[in-house]
C-alpha cells in the first residue's frame, strides 16, 4: 500500500549514511510501489552540485550499496527523476530561500531528515522555521549520536522542542527497525504460552549479544570518542531490552510502548564496577597491516576508550528483582552475531535421576544473520537407549518456515522512514526515554574515567576478554556461543 505523497529533505545528503542506507532504501520502496509517484526527495548538502550531479551521485550509490537489484530494471531512472537537490550552508544563508521555494505551497507530508553531526541541529531546526518550513505538518527525522551524556542530550532535547512538538521528532535507534525486535513484541504478546513465565520466578536470566566483526573502519575518530558504551549500549542494546523486559502495553500505540520502556530504564539498577569487563582488539595475527589493533586504527596508542563491553544489570521492579540481566557487545569479535536469550530456570524436580538439572528451556531470539526464534525444549533420546533426555530446538528459522516468496525484505532503515511518513512513532525513541538511558550510563562511564580504567586486551576474533567469560563462570553461567 502506498503512503501519502511526501517531501522529503535529506540534511547530509551526500553523506554516508543517505548514500548507504537511506537512498537505497527509499529506491527499494519505490520499486514495491509504497512510495507514491508523486514523491520527491531533495538531498540538500554542501557540495556544490546540480540535480543532475546529484541523480548520478545516487545512481553510483545504489549500485554500490543496493544490494541485490535483480527485478528492478527499468525503475532506477524514473526513481532518480523524483530527486532534487540544493546546495547548503547549514550555519548560513546559502540556499536557504532556494530550499524554502522548493518546498512552497504543497500540501504533501514534509519530512526533513537530519543527517549530520548533532552539532547542526540546532542551526537547521532554527533555519527551518525562519524560512516558514517549521509549521505543524513538518516531521523531523535525527539520528545518533543523540548527545554524549545526559546533559547534552538534555541540551539537544531543548533546543529541538524550541522549534518542534514532541510528536513531530522522530528519533532514529535503527536496531528497532530491525524485522525480529518487532517480532519480539509479537511472540511477547501475540502468545499465550510466554508471558506467564516471562519472570524471575521461571527465568534464571537473559543474554543479550551483539557481536560484530567489523573494526572501527575508519570511523576512528569518531568512535575513540564513543567507544562500545555509548555506540551500542545507550541506545542499541538498551532498547532491546526494554522490549525483552516490558511490561505489556495496554495496546500497540506510540506513547503506550514508549511509556513501559521508559519505567524499564528508569527500574535498571546501577552497575557496580565488578560487574563490568571492558576490552580492545588486537591486531589480526600476521595481517597488522590490513587488520591493525584498537589504538593502531583509531591513531590513538594511548587510548582508553573500549571496543568491547560485558555487563551485568538488573531491574528492580515486581517482574524482574533479582534476574540477572547480560549485556555484551564488540567489535571484532568470533563472527557477527546478534542474539537475545531467555534462559529458563531448572525444573523444580527431577523425576529422571540421571538428568537432575541438565536441561533447561532456552528462548533464542536471533536478530542477525539467519533471523528466527528458537525455543530448546527436553525430550525423550529417540531409541532403545532408556531414558535418556537430549534438548532440541523446537525452530522457527522464518527463512525456513515460511515461504521466502512470500517475505519482503525490509531493511531497518526503509521500514524506519515508511513509519516516518505515516506518523507512526511506535519505533522511534522519545526524549525523555534518551535522557533516561544518558542518566543510567554517565555514572558507568564516569567511573571510568575517575579510575581511569583502562580495557583488558582482547585477541582479534575472539568473544572479548577472558575477564568476559570470568563474570559469567562466577555466577555458574555461561554465555551463548558467537556463531
Ligand atoms: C551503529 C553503530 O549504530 O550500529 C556501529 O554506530 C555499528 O558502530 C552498527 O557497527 C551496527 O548495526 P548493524 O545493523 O550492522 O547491526
Redesign the pocket.
Known amino acids: 500500500i502506498p503512503v501519502d505523497p511526501f517531501d522529503l529533505v535529506i540534511f547530509g545528503g551526500t553523506g554516508d549514511l543517505a548514500r548507504r542506507k537511506i537512498l537505497p532504501g527509499l529506491f527499494r520502496r519505490f520499486c514495491a510501489g509504497q512510495m507514491p509517484p508523486q514523491a520527491r526527495i531533495i538531498g540538500a548538502a554542501r557540495s556544490e552540485l546540480d540535480k543532475g550531479g546529484y541523480r548520478e551521485m545516487i545512481r553510483e550509490a545504489i549500485a554500490e550499496f543496493g544490494g541485490d537489484l535483480t527485478g528492478t530494471e527499468g525503475r532506477l531512472d524514473p526513481f532518480l527523476d523524483r530527486l532534487d537537490y540544493v546546495a547548503i550552508d547549514a550555519r548560513g544563508e546559502g540556499g536557504w530561500s532556494e530550499l524554502a521555494e522548493m518546498m512552497k505551497g504543497t500540501e504533501r507530508i514534509e519530512a526533513y531528515y537530519f543527517s549530520v553531526a548533532p552539532a547542526l541541529f540546532g542551526d537547521i531546526a532554527e533555519r527551518l522555521q525562519k524560512w516558514g518550513m517549521a509549521d505543524d505538518r513538518a516531521r523531523i527525522v535525527v539520528e545518533?549520536p543523540f548527545g554524549r551524556d545526559l546533559e547534552t542530550a538534555r541540551a539537544l532535547n531543548k533546543t529541538l522542542a524550541t522549534y518542534f512538538n514532541e510528536d513531530q521528532i522522530y528519533r532514529i535507534d535503527?536496531y528497532l527497525g530491525k524485522e525480529t525486535v518487532q517480532n519480539l513484541m509479537a511472540v511477547r504478546f501475540g502468545n499465550m504460552l510466554f508471558e506467564p513465565l516471562w519472570n524471575s520466578q521461571y527465568v534464571d536470566h537473559i543474554q543479550i549479544t551483539?557481536a560484530?566483526t567489523?573494526g572501527v573502519g575508519g570511523r576512528g575518530e569518531y568512535y575513540d570518542k564513543s567507544g562500545a558504551m555509548r555506540?551500542?549500549v545507550q541506545n542499541?542494546l538498551m532498547q532491546l531490552l526494554c522490549l525483552i523486559a516490558m511490561e505489556p502495553p495496554a495496546r500497540f500505540s506510540p506513547d503506550a510502548v514508549r511509556d513501559e520502556k521508559l519505567k524499564v530504564i528508569r527500574a535498571l539498577e546501577p552497575v557496580a564496577s565488578h560487574h563490568i569487563v571492558r576490552g580492545q582488539y588486537q591486531a589480526e595475527p600476521m595481517n597488522e597491516a590490513e587488520n591493525p589493533g584498537y589504538r593502531t586504527a583509531v591513531e590513538n596508542p594511548r587510548s582508553r576508550t573500549e571496543s568491547f563491553i560485558s555487563m551485568r544489570t538488573e531491574i528492580s521492579n515486581w517482574r524482574w528483582a533479582g534476574t540477572p540481566f547480560y549485556l555484551r557487545t564488540g567489535k571484532r569479535m568470533a563472527a557477527r552475531s546478534?542474539e537475545i536469550t531467555v534462559v529458563f530456570k531448572d525444573t523444580p524436580h527431577s523425576i529422571f535421576e540421571e538428568d537432575a538439572g541438565r536441561h533447561r528451556n532456552v528462548l533464542s531470539i536471533r536478530l542477525?544473520p539467519n533471523e528466527g526464534i528458537t525455543l530448546g525444549v527436553t525430550i525423550k533420546e529417540p531409541g532403545p537407549g532408556g531414558m535418556r533426555l537430549i534438548d532440541v530446538p523446537l525452530d522457527m528459522t522464518f527463512a525456513e518456515a515460511l515461504d521466502p516468496e512470500d517475505i519482503e525484505q525490509v531493511d531497518a532503515y526503509e521500514r524506519l522512514i515508511m513509519d516516518v511518513i505515516r506518523g507512526n512513532q511506535t519505533l522511534f525513541m522519545r526524549g525523555d526515554e534518551v535522557e533516561a538511558a544518558w542518566a543510567w550510563t554517565d555514572p558507568i562511564i564516569e567511573g571510568w574515567e575517575a579510575r581511569n580504567d583502562v580495557p583488558k586486551p582482547y585477541d582479534y576474533g575472539s568473544n572479548g576478554p577472558t575477564d568476559s567469560e570470568e563474570l559469567m563462570r562466577r555466577e555458574g553461567r555461561a554465555w551463548r556461543e558467537v556463531s
Do not use: L, N
Open positions: 545518533k535503527h551483539v560484530e567489523v555506540d551500542m542499541h546478534s542477525q
